[in-house]
């Protein structure tokens, strides 16, 4: 334990001189390659103080803004621990699993026929008890299909399928639900279509306009729910997350056209801790474009992968710090931004341990606070975005 502190007290030193001592220094980590030495050079001189230690749903609140997280059933019961730490920080709760289809071990739909609705009601319950806002992920997903739905479902049935299934699940929770994630990750350019739809049983059943049919149905279901599209990949200047931008912008200014009832965009922002061309220019760009249709956004699933990062806790724990803070710092200063939410809140369950190990075996540290339930490097990030975010 001691050795392990002061091995990262002295890369911390190592890098602080780096610091001091200009960009050509070179900072001693072992298997850091070029991108990361500038990254930690640069982000190195940041303190990411703060000055209490109010809550992140305080901190979101007192800007008008909602700080959450996705949270698995299985975790929260598991760990009455964490479920404290939970209903401390977070203003929203969003079942990770619990509202698909079918996801992890949870089946919201057992079978063609029925619901399952047991796991979802008790998180509801939760965050009704302990007076926080519930969220829907999300009701249209190729991804979360269950197994009997490809020998069930065709294109004779797929709409009363489709019609049936928001109805139902949207009505069970009508009145308590902040927003609903309505249609999730529909675009997929690698399919070359003209309009940039994915291909999903969805579309190939019912065609393109399912988009729509999908969220008229969910403004009948229930009045209240702010509906949201919700993407991934819109984040960096890559030409393939910009072609994603202008390809969300042309679904999104196509439904409000239609006067399809869409309320919000959602923007997952599972960011990469290791890439260096997040574009703070073209990002408010696109904000702006977005909130110019009339639409809120929110950022939905954030977390940053330190998949490719150094082993060093102080270095890795400092870019991730870095990227929560860059990225948020422009996300917030849009004000159509509403809402904040963390994929997971602590790292000791993220869905990242098993989508993006590291090659070294080590724990991953994508999220705030840590395995141990302690707030990290990037809870601060987090704390000082909202802090510094101009009042809604
Ligand atoms: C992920 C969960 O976190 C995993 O545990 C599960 O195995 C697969 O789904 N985009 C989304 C989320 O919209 O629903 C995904 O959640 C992560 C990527």
């Known amino acids: 334990m001691y050795k392990n502190w002061l091995l990262t007290r002295r890369n911390a030193l190592r890098l ?3 610091t001091l001592a200009g960009v050509g220094a070179t900072i001693d980590v072992q298997s850091v390659d070029t991108n990361y030495q500038v990254q930690s050079f640069v982000k190195s001189k940041r303190t990411f103080n ?3 230690k109010k809550s992140l749903k305080e901190r979101a609140a007192n800007k008008g803004l909602i700080y959450g997280a996705a949270i698995r059933y299985d975790d929260l019961i598991s760990h009455p621990e964490f479920a404290k730490v939970v209903a401390q920080q977070c203003g929203i709760l ?3 699993w619990e509202l698909k289809w079918s996801c992890g071990n949870k089946l919201l739909r057992p079978n063609p026929h029925s619901f399952d609705f047991k796991p979802a009601d008790w998180m509801a319950k939760f965050a009704k008890k302990n007076s926080m806002l519930f969220r829907g992920h999300t009701l249209v997903w190729h991804e979360s299909l269950p197994d009997w739905f490809k020998n069930q479902v065709n294109s004779q049935n797929a709409e009363s399928f489709l019609i049936d299934h928001i109805k139902t699940v949207m009505k069970h929770y009508a009145g308590k639900v902040h927003s609903w994630d309505v249609v ?3 675009i997929g350019l690698w399919d070359k279509r003209s309009d940039g739809l994915r291909k999903t049983p969805w579309l190939e059943f019912l065609g393109g306009d399912y988009i729509d049919l999908a969220f008229r149905v969910a403004a009948e279901a229930d009045s209240q729910a702010l509906l949201v599209y919700n993407e991934f990949g819109l984040d960096y ?3 393939e997350d910009e072609a994603k931008r202008n390809a969300v912008l042309k679904l999104l200014q196509h439904l409000k056209s239609k006067g399809t009832p869409i309320n919000a965009l959602g923007i997952q922002a599972h960011l990469s801790g290791d ?3 997040f574009n703070p220019q073209k990002f408010r760009e696109f904000l702006s474009n977005v909130a110019s249709l009339g639409l809120k956004i929110m950022i939905t699933e ?9 082993k060093d806790l102080v270095v890795r724990d400092r870019i991730v710090a870095a990227a929560y803070e860059d990225y948020l710092s422009v996300a917030l200063d849009e004000p159509a931004v509403i809402a904040v939410i963390t994929w997971g809140l602590s790292d000791r369950y993220t869905w990242l341990s098993e989508f993006q190990p590291r090659s070294d075996r080590a724990a991953v540290r994508p999220l705030p606070i840590d395995a141990a339930f302690n707030p990290k490097l990037a809870w601060n990030a987090i704390a000082r975005s909202f802090d510094n975010a101009p009042r809604r």
């Open 94 to 96: 969003v079942p990770e």
């Open 237 to 239: 200047s890559t030409a």
């Open 275 to 277: 890439k260096n061309d």
């Open 302 to 310: 954030m977390d940053v992968t330190d998949k490719k990062l150094p």
């Open 50 to 52: 703060i000055n209490s």
């Open 16 to 18: 602080g001189l780096a």
């Open 184 to 186: 999730n990750e529909a």
